[in-house]
C-alpha cells in the first residue's frame, strides 16, 4: 500500500464519515416534518432505484446473478435486510424526534460492539485494551439502568444493535457491498411500496406532482444513503479497517455535535457522565486500533 492510495483511502472515508454524520442528519431533520414513516419509506423505495441504476452503469448484473444463486447468500441477505430497515427506521425515528445525541451514542458504542460480538460469533482475540473499551461501555450503560432508567438512549442502543447484528452477518457471506445491499433492499422494497400506497390513498403522503419541489428533495433519500457507503467502503479498501475505524468517529462527533449545539436538544448530567465513560472507552479502543496498524 502505498502512501498516496492510503491518504486517498483516508479522505474518502472521512468524507463518507462527514457524509454520515452531518449530511444525512441535516437532511432527514430537513424533511422530519412528512413523518418519519414517510421518510423511511422514501429511503427504502429510492435507495433501491439509486442502486438499481448504479448497477447498470456499473454493469453488475453478473455478480448479483451470482449471488442471488446461493441460497445461503439469500437467506442471510434477507435477515441483514431486516436489520438495516431496523437500523434505518430507528435512527430516522430519533432525527425526527429530537433524539440526535441518542442515536449519536449507538454510533460511539458500535465499533467497540462490532469487537464484543467478533469475539462471541467468531472467537476473534481480544486484547487487554478491547477489554476494556467494552468495559466501559457495559459500566456506561448499567450506569443509566442504576441512576435514571429513563435517561438510557434506548434509540441508541438499538442503532448500535441492529447495525453490529447487521455487519455480523455480513460478514459470514463474501458478497459486494453495494449488491448486497441492493437484494437487502429489493427484499424490503415491496413492504414499502404497499405501506406507500396505503398512505397515499389515504391522503397521508407528502409526494406527488402537486409539489415537484417537495418529491424532488425526497427522491435524494436514495443517493443521500447510498453515496457515504460507496466513499466509506472504497475508503476501507485503500486505507484497511483499522485507519477507516478511527475515521468513523467523525460521524457520532458530528451527531453529537448536531444535536447539542445546533438542534438544542437536552442533555443531563446523568447522561453526560454515561457519554464521559463511553468517550473513554472509545479512547482506549482507538489507542489499541493505532498501535496494531
Same mark, same amino acid.
Given at each position: ?60 448484473? @453478473?455478480? &448479483?446473478? !451470482?449471488? %442471488? =444463486? ?6 442471510? $441477505?434477507?435477515? #441483514? ?85 447487521? @455487519?455480523? &452477518?455480513? !460478514?459470514? %457471506? =463474501? ?6 445491499? $441492493?437484494?437487502? #433492499? ?91 465513560? %463511553? ?10 486500533? #493505532?498501535?496494531?496498524?
Amino acid at each position: 500500500m502505498n502512501s498516496k492510495d492510503f491518504n486517498k483511502g483516508l479522505g474518502l472515508t472521512a468524507l463518507g464519515s462527514f457524509w454520515w454524520g452531518v449530511v444525512g442528519v441535516v437532511y432527514f431533520e430537513y424533511i422530519s416534518f412528512i413523518g418519519y414513516i414517510e421518510a423511511v419509506l422514501h429511503r427504502c423505495i429510492w435507495t433501491s432505484f439509486f442502486l438499481i441504476i448504479t448497477t447498470i452503469y456499473f454493469s453488475k448484473w @453478473n455478480i &448479483l446473478i !451470482k449471488i %442471488i =444463486s446461493n441460497t445461503k447468500n439469500l437467506i442471510t $441477505l434477507f435477515f #441483514s435486510g431486516l436489520l438495516i430497515f431496523i437500523n434505518w427506521t430507528t435512527w430516522i425515528y430519533a432525527v425526527s424526534s429530537n433524539q440526535i445525541i441518542d442515536a449519536s451514542f449507538g454510533y460511539f458504542i458500535m465499533p467497540i460492539l462490532s469487537v464484543f460480538l467478533g469475539y462471541i460469533f467468531f472467537n476473534e482475540r481480544l486484547n487487554a485494551k478491547r477489554i476494556v473499551a467494552i468495559g466501559f461501555v457495559l459500566i456506561s450503560i448499567f450506569f443509566l439502568l442504576i441512576f435514571n432508567f429513563q435517561s438510557i438512549p434506548w434509540v441508541g442502543l438499538i442503532v448500535a444493535l441492529s447495525w453490529g447484528f447487521y @455487519n455480523l &452477518l455480513r !460478514k459470514k %457471506i =463474501s458478497v459486494d457491498t453495494d449488491i448486497g445491499l $441492493l437484494i437487502e #433492499s429489493l427484499f424490503i422494497l415491496p413492504f414499502a411500496l404497499v405501506v406507500f400506497y396505503i398512505i397515499t390513498i389515504n391522503g397521508f403522503t407528502d409526494f406527488g406532482l402537486a409539489n415537484p419541489s417537495l418529491s424532488l428533495l425526497l427522491l435524494l433519500a436514495g443517493p443521500i444513503s447510498v453515496i457515504p457507503l460507496f466513499l466509506y467502503v472504497r475508503g476501507v479498501e485503500l486505507c484497511g479497517l483499522g485507519p477507516s475505524g478511527m475515521v468513523f468517529y467523525i460521524t457520532p462527533t458530528f451527531q453529537f455535535i448536531l444535536g447539542y449545539f445546533y438542534y438544542n436538544e437536552v442533555f443531563s448530567i446523568i447522561k453526560l457522565i454515561s457519554f464521559i465513560l %463511553i468517550w473513554v472507552g472509545v479512547f482506549v479502543y482507538l489507542k489499541d486500533l #493505532s498501535e496494531n496498524n
